[in-house]
């Protein structure tokens, strides 16, 4: 069974902010929320992960609910390469019997990023 | 840093027939997982291993897949005999293992597309 919910799709406007949200209403306490995109024909990239507290790198701002049942992935400036597929994952950390660390992927939301 | 190769990046087989795919994980990674990505859908584990050991399978069809990783670095994945439904785009990846600073991060190849007909 999925653990996030995502919308199927979304459209954003060159340069604009993309907000994409997340719904993860089941997450247990030492679960991450991670986020990967897929552009077209190549395999995912990861962008950011976050346990409870907001997050941000190079390619995007990660806000995390304070009750952690949502979160939200933030691209600041969208350009046309933003366009692709995004993830929403949550995950326990590290190596346990019941995870070994491995990503369950939903479907996603497909972003398209229009001049 | 190179990153994760895989091949052949496109291959159309009949049903029935055998297919093999390989991939060469990034340098220094203990983790390898390879996924399947069915058109429309994210992708699903098929077989994780943790240096040449495997530690989830529990998604591979083992009646006719198959993978294995000698000496802890380079995979293959094989499917005997294709069925329609293993048309899909087969994805490697790899991420540094439980020591590692960036170990829950996992990179992925270009993935290989297969067609059976």
């Known amino acids: 069974d999925a653990k996030t919910t995502q919308p199927t799709s979304m459209d954003c406007a060159e340069g604009r902010a993309a907000n994409l949200p997340c719904n993860h209403s089941t997450i247990s306490g030492n679960e991450y929320v991670y986020w990967y995109r897929q552009i077209h024909s190549q395999g995912p990239q990861y962008i950011i992960h976050?346990?409870?507290n907001n997050e941000t790198n190079e390619m995007a701002s990660l806000i995390i609910t304070e009750d952690r049942k949502s979160s939200t992935l933030i691209l600041p400036h969208a350009t046309l390469r933003d366009t692709a597929v995004y993830y929403c994952i949550v995950r326990a950390p590290g190596m346990t019997t019941d995870s070994w660390g491995k990503l369950q992927f939903g479907a996603g939301t497909q972003v398209v990023v229009t001049p | 840093e190179a990153g994760v190769a895989q091949s052949p990046r496109y291959k159309i087989i009949e049903k029935r027939q055998s297919v093999a795919f390989w991939c060469n994980p990034i340098s220094g990674h203990a983790t390898l997982y390879w996924y399947q990505q069915i058109l429309g859908q994210g992708p699903k584990l098929l077989i994780q291993f943790q240096n040449n050991g495997v530690v989830d399978d529990s998604q591979l069809p083992k009646d006719r897949f198959s993978a294995e990783r000698l000496k802890g670095v380079d995979s293959t994945l094989k499917i005997q005999p294709a069925k329609l439904e293993d048309s899909a785009v087969y994805l490697c990846?790899?991420?540094?293992?439980?020591?590692?600073?960036?170990?829950?991060?996992?990179?992925f190849g270009p993935g290989t597309r297969l067609t059976v007909t």
């Open positions: 990846a790899s991420s540094l293992g439980p020591e590692g600073p960036l170990r829950y991060e996992q990179y």
């Open positions: 976050g346990l409870k």
